[in-house]
């Protein structure tokens, strides 16, 4: 019935008609976003039909607008059936339909205030004010679009972190490919994982990883705009003081590259909302989204469901321990960046080795160490041996509270290990090749944890107690038994401990 044309319209210009008529197509279009807003639902109907306002019409013809091309052109790729069925239930006579672009400061606030009075006759006296039109959306509900800015939402890019910098090993290498398939990635072409989800604990690089590429892809011309969760919830929480939310949403999704580091810190339901809605925006209109966080999308218990699943979605990697080697590889680095400004600055091959042997945490800690090593050799002059080197470094390695293991961590760990699901362990499944895995990450959260029998029942799908204390007590009697499951035991254990 309603046939757009090339421009979104559905026939021709409207005309001008009487006010009584103009009246008509008001609440015939107040009616209408009643149907959208119960159908769809208040999240939907504010993100993309608060701004979308009746403009003109004719007997046959009804002209919407909005105020930015982004919005005209996603209503119409998503939207623009469902407005017409609703229309061609409340306003019959209607066989044509066009949304148009507003300019800023026009005239349409007028029109829509005539279309919704009574004719001049029957206008009631100056001095009485005029009733509230029941379809008109006043101004200061629009959000005035404010004059676009690169930098004015994105977060700082520290200019030291890039790509070349960045040291690759077994535990980030696939993180790594994954980075240079986005950044080497064509404009127009599709992405490939979308989105993109990188998780590791604090200090592993995914921070550096995601600046870098940020960094690569701008150079190549693309638009990219890099935000930690904080800034992102800044911004939209200012933009809404500030009635610039719309300005705020066309900045996101007028992007070709999204990066959010730290998703982790992602909180509100506000926030997590336009976050959802910025997702599902960029996402299918063919638009590459990044986020990191310190654990997987289904751990980020802060996260509502819909957030999770559709991070969960695309490409989700881990950045694992750092291996001897890629330590070695980080001192290394680090130790040359330090003798670009210190020339006399020399770490011997071996008091690189024994730095690695004895920092396993994290990076930053590795950068700490090169710090103190560079302190103590320009300082005191002397020669750095291993044993200088322990004194340097002695407040990095002693009296480290040992690492808090998470129930989250442990089963993770554990199905992976016997190649089972997250989702197997939780379940209700009892098939020896999943108890026994279940069994064992019960065993390890009762002895790594300060969880009760209760609570690492609950955590475990909502089993009681009782069914925890029989898998303690079984894996406890069968490790005095089993050597090579006892062996298997303690090497999960320091996995997890590390």
Not at 60 to 67: A, K
Not at 189 to 199: D, G, K, R, S
Not at 475 to 481: A, C, S
Request: proline share 5%; aromatic share 4%.
């Amino acid at each position: 019935m309603f046939k757009p044309t090339e421009d979104g319209r559905c026939g021709r210009d409207a005309s001008p008609v009487p006010a009584t008529a103009l009246s008509a197509l008001a609440l015939g279009w107040d009616r209408v976003q009643r149907r959208l807003r119960a159908e769809l639902g208040e999240d939907v109907f504010a993100s993309w039909f608060k701004c979308l306002e009746l403009s003109g019409g004719s007997a046959d013809q009804i002209q919407l607008s909005v105020p930015t091309k982004f919005l005209k052109n996603w209503i119409q790729q998503h939207y623009l059936e469902r407005i017409a069925s609703h229309i061609a239930q409340e306003m019959p006579g209607i066989a044509r339909i066009s949304i148009v672009m507003r300019a800023t400061g026009s005239a349409a606030g007028a029109a829509r205030q005539d279309m919704a009075s009574p004719a001049p006759a029957a206008r009631k006296p100056a001095a009485e004010p005029q009733p509230k039109p029941a379809m008109a959306i006043a101004r200061r509900e629009e959000a005035p679009v404010a004059p676009e800015s690169d930098n004015q939402v994105g977060s700082p890019l520290d200019r030291r972190l890039v790509l070349s910098s960045f040291q690759v090993g077994r535990s980030n290498i696939m993180a790594h490919a994954a980075a240079m398939q986005i950044v080497q990635a064509k404009p127009a072409e599709m992405p490939v994982f979308n989105p993109l989800f990188v998780h590791a604990n604090v200090g592993l690089g995914k921070t550096h990883l995601l600046q870098g590429a940020a960094q690569a892809i701008e150079a190549s011309g693309r638009r990219v705009l890099y935000l930690t969760a904080e800034r992102f919830m800044y911004g939209f929480a200012a933009s809404l003081k500030a009635q610039t939310a719309l300005a705020f949403k066309e900045q996101l999704r007028g992007i070709d590259v999204l990066v959010i580091d730290d998703a982790q810190f992602l909180h509100g339901p506000k926030s997590q909302q336009e976050f959802c809605h910025t997702l599902n925006a960029l996402i299918d209109s063919g638009k590459q989204v990044v986020v990191a966080a310190d654990r997987p999308p289904t751990d980020l218990e802060g996260l509502e469901e819909r957030v999770q699943s559709r991070l969960a979605g695309g490409l989700v990697v881990e950045i694992g321990a750092l291996d001897e080697a890629l330590r070695v590889n980080i001192l290394e680095a680090r130790i040359a960046a330090a003798k670009l400004l210190h020339p006399g600055f020399e770490v011997v091959p071996d008091v690189v080795a024994h730095v690695a042997r004895l920092i396993t945490t994290n990076g930053r800690d590795l950068e700490g160490a090169v710090n103190r090593l560079l302190a103590r050799a320009t300082l005191t002059g002397g020669m750095l041996d291993v044993a200088t080197a322990d004194e340097a470094i002695r407040d990095l390695v002693r009296h480290r509270e040992p690492k808090r293991v998470k129930i989250e961590d442990i089963q993770r760990l554990v199905a992976n290990h016997y190649n089972v699901s997250r989702a197997d362990i939780l379940s209700s499944r009892r098939t020896a090749t999943v108890v026994r895995p279940r069994q064992i990450a019960m065993y390890l959260a009762k002895s790594l944890t300060l969880r009760s029998l209760p609570e690492i029942g609950r955590r475990f799908g909502g089993r009681d107690h009782t069914t925890v204390l029989h898998a303690v007590r079984k894996i406890e009697g069968m490790v005095v038994k089993d050597q090579e499951l006892a062996t298997e035991i303690d090497h999960l254990k320091r996995m997890l401990q590390e």
